[in-house]
């Protein structure tokens, strides 16, 4: 009987510990792809546009009009995008908000896309 109480004290406490270890990776930083397409009202695409990533400044576009980074980032975060671009005295900019999922299923690096129209 004794020999049954530390069975079953280490088999939850076995239980319990994979639990945290299982609980403490989902929040580590993963690193994904991502892809950002900016376009004018126009439809035409936006070259030399600043982008900054949750309030910090991650580069500009390029002359497609696509911005592409690899960035770590923490599952079940809210990823806030802004690019701004100064043309003849006037600033047009956009703002998108991408909520990223809890667990990417694949263990390749994950590649989100997206787009983006500047008003």
């Known amino acids: 009987m004794k020999n049954m109480k530390y069975f079953i004290f280490?088999?939850?406490?076995?239980?319990?510990v994979c639990l945290v270890i299982k609980y403490e990776n989902k929040a580590l930083p993963k690193k994904v792809f991502f892809s950002l397409k900016t376009l004018s009202q126009k439809g035409q695409p936006v070259a030399g546009a600043k982008v900054y990533c949750n309030g910090q400044d991650c580069g500009v576009t390029d002359s497609f009009g696509y911005w592409r980074q690899l960035r770590k980032i923490v599952s079940n975060e809210i990823f806030t995008f802004v690019v701004q671009k100064k043309i003849k005295q006037k600033k047009i900019q956009g703002e998108k908000k991408i909520l990223l999922p809890m667990?990417?299923?694949?263990?390749?690096?994950?590649?989100?896309?997206?787009?983006?129209?500047?008003k």
């Open 103 to 118: 667990n990417f299923s694949s263990s390749k690096t994950p590649h989100i896309r997206t787009s983006l129209k500047l």
């Open 10 to 16: 280490f088999l939850f406490f076995f239980l319990g």
